[in-house]
């Protein structure tokens, strides 16, 4: 049966290093957004258990379930099982858990649909991408350097941090 156990476990010396982790199937929201938190956090809409806890094995990365035949037989891979089906639930189990905390500079850090960090991109290289109301309101821009997505921070901003307040 998977355990709770924190982040400081197998680490020895140096700069702790955040948490990462690996979603079940079901977990696609919640996965969203850990990435909107800017906590990686790889997700698979159609992914085989074993893969699954390979791909945890392999990575390092902490298996989230709902899955309770998964959580019984994580195999090597650590795990957590998240009880709750609301995801601000499942967010505060996780946050918990990992003695992690909402950092509102880090939100948006992360590739919505890939997980990958963003980088800054110029405005002049967007001009031709983003919509023009986009273009005369906004000055920076990031780019996902997998999918190539552009995002920009615009009023979703407050919207998310807003919808996150219970945890912060
Ligand atoms: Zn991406």
Known sequence: MCAKENAHSGRTGGEEEAPRFIADDQLGKLARWMRILGLDTLYFQEIEDRELIRTAVEEGRILLTRDTRIAA??????????ESDNWTEQLREILSAYHLKV?????FTRCLLCNSPLSPIGKDDVRERVPPFVFRTQEEFVRCPTCDKIYWQGTHVNHVLEKLKPLL
Not at 73 to 82: N, R, V
Not at 103 to 107: I, R, S, T, V
């Open 73 to 82: 037989e994580p195999g090597e891979a650590k795990c957590l099982f998240i």
């Open 103 to 107: 950092f509102p500079e880090k939100l």
